[in-house]
């Protein structure tokens, strides 16, 4: 008789509690009329609060924050976007929906991010933004970044969509570029199912970007229904705003939480030789969204070796984002060595919020049998 599996260990799934279901709830029977934007706009408050930047506006996605920011920033055909090959697709696609050119460099060793050695050789009169995405929650080089964009005068944008809770020299993620966007997809520390964050420091762009959220329509246009210019829709529903704020009043108890499975997975695999994870150095705060294990190319261990074993113990762990350029519709670049390289060995391993130290110790033993088999 055939032993039965393991329960299941899901990567992911948020934290929602009764006062996400009292706010939504409240939001789908009283927010419409002259309540429908009363949750958004106590959302982005709190939001902006929680940042420290004056402005914010809620949006269905982070790809639509990015994608409303860059066109406020007038790139279009012909511009090239400065980004790291890692990333996800959603990093890019704004780019090239506004017919501009995503040049892909190469990844640090250390962080996964965006290697500033190499930003400042490849700006030309063609390239309009630098785009700084906090990979899995580690944090870009921003110091360096935000230098060379200035040197340039070429704006730094933060793609924060996956590092809230994560901080830099004291300030938040998001909150030090031209504008930063944010994500509160269903598998991030804070949800609202879908949805996103503009965020912003300068009025004026604060101003292209509400006017092109609300299909063109100035908010000091007085004619109804006359948009000023063609814009998107990419507006966060007020029911998802309730969401946002419940979890807004939880974000401490959500980012710390974040924190300590991070913590029991590094002080627990630490002993490992040639077993990395996500950094975390000085003065930096690490949110920890997707605690991740990069094994040295000398262990012998690869992806397919980590994805059988986890399979075996019934663990949805998820695999390192292949590089952009490796994907169909973009030239290749395989000089990016680390991009193409660290993806082959990599995990990200399951971290949601009420991971118990059980669920834990199954995913480190895992880690540790594929280790020892190796090595």
Not at 106 to 113: E, L, N, T, V, Y
Not at 130 to 159: F, K, Q, S, W
Not at 303 to 308: A, E, I, T
């Amino acid at each position: 008789m055939a032993l039965a599996a393991p329960p299941r260990i899901l990567y992911t799934k948020p934290s929602v509690t009764e006062l996400e279901v009292r706010y939504a709830a409240d939001a789908a029977a009283n927010g419409w009329g002259e309540h429908c934007y009363d949750y958004i706009n106590r959302f982005e408050a709190a939001f902006k609060e929680h940042l420290g930047t004056p402005y914010a506006i809620a949006t269905s996605s982070c790809t639509g924050a990015l994608h409303m920011g860059m066109a406020a920033l007038g790139i279009g055909p012909g511009d090239e976007v400065i980004m790291a090959d890692t990333n996800w697709i959603a990093s890019a696609a704004p780019i090239v929906h506004l017919g501009a050119r995503p040049v892909f460099l190469d990844i640090r060793s250390d962080s996964w991010c965006l290697d500033p050695d190499l930003v400042e050789a490849a700006i030309t009169p063609r390239t309009k933004a630098i785009l700084a995405v906090h990979l899995y929650g580690n944090m870009c080089d921003m110091e360096r970044l935000l230098t060379i964009g200035e040197a340039h005068g070429i704006p730094v944008i933060e793609d924060a969509a996956e590092a809230i809770g994560s901080e830099y020299y004291g300030k938040r993620a998001g909150s030090m570029g031209r504008f930063g966007a944010f994500s509160f997809h269903g598998t991030k520390t804070v949800t609202t199912g879908e949805g996103g964050m503009f965020v912003t420091s300068d009025p004026a762009l604060y101003e292209k970007v509400l006017t092109l959220s609300n299909h063109g329509r100035s908010r000091q246009q007085k004619k109804q229904f006359w948009p000023n210019a063609v814009g998107f829709k990419y507006k966060m529903s007020n029911i998802q705003a309730a969401l946002g704020c419940a979890q807004m009043e939880r974000i401490d108890e959500l980012t710390r939480r974040k924190r300590q499975i991070f913590h029991y997975y590094r002080d627990r695999l630490q002993d490992l030789s040639g077993v990395r994870m996500n950094p975390e150095p000085t003065n930096v705060v690490n949110g920890a969204w997707m605690p991740t294990v990069v094994f040295d190319e000398g262990t012998g261990v690869t992806r397919d070796m980590l994805s059988l074993a986890f399979a075996t113990q019934n663990i949805d762990a998820r695999v390192f984002f292949y590089p952009l350029s490796s994907l169909p519709m973009f030239d290749e670049v395989p000089g990016n060595r680390h991009a193409w390289d660290t993806p082959s060995r990599a995990m990200n391993l399951p971290s949601y919020h009420d991971l118990t130290d059980d669920e834990q110790d199954r995913v480190i033993g895992t880690v540790r049998r594929v280790f020892d088999e190796q090595c």
